[in-house]
């Protein structure tokens, strides 16, 4: 694709009132509102946004990334009233409601019934459906308010890298392929929104993410809650689900306690594969837990903690930084501990990402 000059503004935190960050999302909303496509952080990544109803717009956000064309996109709103313009309200039902209510803003994306011709084909992959989500990030929030358009806004990374969690990360992949780049500092979630779709009685998760199977049971707990099926990933409804993502340039591997409990298993399998990579002239890398960082100091080249083993939303927050480290460093063979995930919270979410990005390369011991 050419080349084009990409416009930074850094927006400090705290700082939205003063005249020169007004001044900078001015000019952000502006590009969005002629066709631009503009990265901004939201609470759980950044996004490239592209306006939703602007089909050669939109068209230039998978030209940057690198996108399939049947992948679906989320289209971004900063109020509930913006839906009227795309949604067809008389479809949306109690359940839909009753969930944006509960979750937006936040990290929730409901799937809903699209208004025939109000959209780009290219934002819904010609189905009948887009998922939609208010972001809670002051800077997104502002940005969205100021375009007063929807936008469609998948991670600003290029397609198959792990996601942005920095400004960094997005200069990294897309630095010359889109025209702004708004710095608001790192993101707090880590991963992406969880995707849901009411269909047929039941609530369908058809992405885990930022609001947790828990959460989704206590604002609804008359429907049960499904997964998604292999039929929702050939038709995908949702972004991540048919496509492989989030992957390091090395070979992942994710090692797994056959039983909970053991956890030496796990430790002394990823010290042999280390030895063996050693053995292969292979730069290695580990991702652990504070707690296991010193078990394999010796033996990795580098050795990256999701944190605590009682914090999985900081596992969430560090994930997509330690998969582009180890890409840095050039690890070749990349070892990652299992995070545990029972319960339904975010754990759930980060072995999602995990999985994809080892290409389900997952092992149990």
């Not at 504070?290 to 033996?299: K, M, N, P, Q, T």
Request: hydrophobic share 45%.
């Amino acid at each position: 694709m050419m080349q084009t000059f990409t416009k930074f503004w850094t927006i400090p935190p705290g700082t939205l009132d003063m005249p020169a960050s007004e001044q900078a999302v001015t000019e952000a909303a502006l590009l969005l509102r002629q066709g631009g496509i503009v990265a901004f952080p939201t609470e759980t990544v950044y996004g490239l946004g592209a306006d939703a109803t602007r089909t050669e717009a939109v068209g230039r956000v998978f030209e940057a990334k690198g996108r399939p064309s049947d992948n679906p996109l989320i289209v971004h709103i900063a109020d509930p009233s913006q839906l009227a313009a795309f949604v067809d309200a008389d479809a949306v039902g109690e359940a839909e409601r009753r969930l944006m209510a509960a979750f937006w803003p936040g990290p929730l994306t409901v799937v809903l019934p699209v208004r025939p011709g109000a959209l780009s084909p290219l934002v819904t992959a010609g189905l009948t459906t887009v998922g939609v989500r208010i972001p809670d990030h002051p800077l997104a929030l502002a940005l969205l308010r100021r375009a007063n358009v929807p936008v469609a806004a998948p991670s600003a990374n290029r397609s198959g890298k792990p996601s942005p969690t920095s400004a960094q990360h997005v200069a990294d992949d897309l630095a010359g392929r889109i025209d702004g780049l708004l710095d608001g500092g790192t993101t707090g979630v880590g991963v992406e929104s969880t995707v849901v779709r009411v269909d047929a009685g039941a609530l369908h998760v058809l992405r885990p993410g930022g609001v947790t199977r828990q959460q989704l049971a206590a604002a609804l707990p008359e429907l049960p809650i499904r997964d998604a099926t292999a039929a929702d990933a050939e038709v995908p409804r949702a972004p991540g689900m048919k496509y492989a993502h989030y992957a390091p340039q090395g070979r992942l591997t994710v090692v797994q306690p056959a039983q909970p409990a053991d956890r030496s298993a796990v430790r002394d399998y990823i010290r042999a594969q280390l030895r063996a990579a050693r053995e292969a002239g292979e730069r290695s890398g580990v991702l652990t837990f504070d707690e296991h960082v010193h078990d394999f100091a010796a033996e990795a080249d580098v050795v990256l903690s999701y944190g605590p083993l009682g914090a999985p939303e900081q596992a969430a927050q560090r994930l997509y930084d330690a998969l582009r480290a180890f890409d840095a460093a050039e690890a070749a063979c990349i070892l990652a501990e299992a995070v545990p995930e029972a319960g339904g919270g975010i754990g759930e979410a980060v072995m999602n990402r995990l999985r994809k990005a080892a290409g389900h390369r997952i092992v149990f011991v």
